[in-house]
T-cell receptor, first 111, second 110 residues
Framework: GGIITQTPKFLIGQEGQKLTLKCQQNFNHDTMYWYRQDSGKGLRLIYY???????QKGDLSEGYDASREKKSSFSLTVTSAQKNEMAVFLCASRTGGNTLYFGEGSRLIVV | DAKTTQPDSMESTEGETVHLPCSHA???????IYWYRQVPLQGPEYVTH???QNTTNSMAFLAIASDRKSSTLILPHVSLRDAAVYHC???????????FGKGAKLTVSP
């Protein structure tokens, strides 16, 4: 079986700071996703990528950049962290049959 | 995008069979119905999926209405470990964009 690893588990930054979250998968899946989940709410799609060097905007891409330089990794950058952005960021990859596998999440804390 | 509607929450007791409803009135013919569940501090986990026929696996039974406008995830003999938020989602067209709603929070009491 494979695994999705998100780093760091907790990311603490200051308002206005540029912060980067990383995601690695060893499933050899083509498509990867970044979602944001606010406390008690559903998942909102930020960016996804269907192959290496591809980037597609989701519903919540403003204020974020993404990078897919290798098939196995997908990074998300918060371009200027704000206090209302404190949330859990979830990375996922997808099989050809549309089953998603998620990482454990990275919690962003802005001070 | 096609959307789903679920109750915000449901309550149950250990040992009961739980029926979690999902409405997807505007589903397209080529869209699959997927169910995921999420426990606190974890990402969502795949439960099951189906297109038209009812499906069953070790985790749950998925009943799909004949008109496909609704489905029900059936969890037999729930335990405390089944307490989670259950997400019903649809694959959006033939593209790769997959969106999640708020889901339904299932509480299981001893």
């Amino acid at each position: 079986g494979g695994i999705i690893t998100q780093t760091p588990k907790f990311l603490i930054g200051q308002e206005g700071q540029k912060l980067t979250l990383k995601c690695q998968q060893n499933f050899n899946h083509d498509t990867m996703y970044w979602y944001r989940q606010d406390s008690g709410k559903g998942l909102r799609l930020i960016y996804y990528s269907i192959t290496e060097n591809d980037l597609q905007k989701g519903d919540l891409s403003e204020g974020y950049d993404a990078s897919r330089e290798k098939k196995s990794s997908f990074s998300l950058t918060v371009t200027s962290a704000q206090k209302n952005e404190m949330a859990v960021f979830l990375c996922a990859s997808r099989t050809g049959g549309n089953t998603l596998y998620f990482g454990e999440g990275s919690r962003l804390i802005v001070v | 995008d096609a959307k789903t509607t679920q109750p915000d929450s449901m309550e149950s007791t250990e040992g009961e069979t739980v029926h979690l409803p999902c409405s997807h009135a505007t589903i397209s013919g080529n869209e699959y119905i997927y169910w995921y569940r999420q426990v606190p501090l974890q990402g969502p986990e795949y439960v099951t999926h189906g297109l038209q026929q009812n499906t069953t696996n070790s985790m749950a039974f998925l009943a799909i209405a004949s008109d496909r406008k609704s489905s029900t995830l059936i969890l037999p003999h729930v335990s405390l470990r089944d307490a989670a938020v259950y997400h019903c989602i649809l694959r959006v067209g033939t593209g790769s964009k997959l969106s999640f709603g708020k889901g339904a929070k299932l509480t299981v009491s001893p």
